[in-house]
């Protein structure tokens, strides 16, 4: 059974860090390129940084320069550190696994909410 579980979301002031983790099992999580999504309320889900098997990372325009995304192979550990955050990072985090071979294999955590306030 694959599970991703997300954790260290919380309430964080503006200007702080937080750091978001991801567990996964139940997959060969070194050949799954990985991304950390968001959903704000009354917003669309977006996708705020991914990394992919070779450690090659993208982040949205909105995140560039305050967030970094890494992975722990060994251990099967997907990790968002955000800095200098905003009001506008509070969301719902998202942690998702994909892997394209035949047929696309996609999976997602439940969510962690995160919650910057002035």
């Known amino acids: 059974q694959v599970q991703l579980v997300e954790s260290g979301g919380g309430l964080v002031q503006v200007g702080g860090s937080l750091t978001l983790s991801c567990q996964a099992s139940?997959?060969?999580?070194?050949?799954?390129?990985l991304n950390w999504y968001r959903q704000a309320p009354g917003k669309q889900r977006e996708l705020v940084a991914g990394?992919?098997?070779?450690?090659?990372?993208n982040y949205a325009d909105s995140v560039k320069g305050r967030f970094t995304i890494s992975r722990d192979n060994t251990n099967s550990m997907l990790y968002l550190r955000m800095n200098s955050m905003k009001s506008e990072d509070t969301a719902v985090y998202y942690c998702?696994?994909?892997?394209?071979?035949?047929?696309?294999?996609?999976?997602w955590g439940q969510g962690t909410q995160v919650t910057v306030s002035s």
């Open positions: 998702n696994a994909v892997m394209f071979n035949n047929n696309q294999y996609d999976y």
């Open positions: 139940g997959i060969v999580f070194s050949i799954y390129v």
């Open positions: 990394i992919t098997r070779g450690g090659t990372t």
